[in-house]
């Protein structure tokens, strides 16, 4: 087994940058390689992991990637580096990153994770959890999902277009629970779309009330009328 820590001087690498949120141009910084050689049927093989640590041309943030390779692998497959921390291919919007939200926190946090990791069956279930919850606080718990639905479109947090899309990618979301269905990153991040939407509204609509609650109220029309009429 051999381990080389050294200083590089590859050539830069495009890479996504999750502080950037798009794909950019990174330095690598160091490039280790460990590999061993072992017999097999009278010939030698060599396996090895190479790893790199990246740095963000633009923000300067790091990351580091891990390539698993085999002098017997196919040579016109390309390797498909693995990222730590994993790259984030949606972020939290910046509403959710300022404030917490309590009655959604946990719940969130585990959702943007397992997007981070590419994890989409839990993130499916996880959102249509999040959905569930919401139209329990909307309506009361009903047990009754179509209800529940018609509920939120009376509300305007759910479009005539969007309904179907939600329905379709919550049978995806109940596919990846009981047959391990994989669901696609196109319906995965509509639903991620309406839990956000929702949660949005309800954040709106309690910074409405507090609004209200603080603003002075205007005196009638009519107080004010006699009031002059008396000067
Ligand atoms: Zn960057």
């Known amino acids: 087994m051999t ?11 495009w890479s996504h940058c999750n502080e ?3 794909e950019t141009q990174h330095n690598v910084v160091q490039l280790i390689r460990k590999s061993r050689d072992y017999d097999h049927d ?4 060599s396996v090895g992991t190479n790893w790199r640590v990246l740095q963000c041309c633009g923000c300067h943030e790091v990351a580091m990637s891990r390539v698993d390779w085999c002098s017997e692998d196919d040579p016109h497959d390309p390797y498909v580096p693995i990222y730590f921390p994993p790259r984030v291919s949606r972020r939290k919007p910046d ?6 939200v309590p009655a959604y926190q946990g719940l969130l946090d ?19 959890a999040i959905i569930d919850k919401a ?4 309506i009361g718990n009903q047990g009754n999902f179509v209800k529940g639905l018609d509920e939120l479109q009376r509300a305007n947090l759910l479009s005539h ?8 990618a919550f049978d995806a979301g109940s596919a990846a629970m009981h047959r391990g269905h994989q669901p696609s990153v196109d319906s995965l991040n509509t639903a991620i779309d309406i839990v956000e939407r929702i949660i949005h509204a309800e954040i709106l609509e309690e910074k409405a009330k507090e ?8 005196p009638p029309r009519s107080a004010t009328t006699k009031a002059k009429k008396q000067d």
């Open 161 to 168: 277009q969007e309904r179907p899309i939600i329905e379709a």
């Open 3 to 13: 381990t080389k820590p050294r200083s590089s001087r590859e050539e830069p690498v």
């Open 135 to 138: 139209i329990a606080r909307k």
């Open 95 to 100: 509403w959710l990153v300022r404030q917490e």
């Open 20 to 22: 950037c949120g798009h």
């Open 110 to 128: 585990e959702v943007y994770a397992a997007l981070h990791a590419d994890s989409r069956r839990l993130a499916m279930m996880g959102a249509r």
């Open 211 to 218: 609004l209200a609650a603080v603003t002075p109220k205007r």
């Open 42 to 45: 009278r010939h030698t093989v």
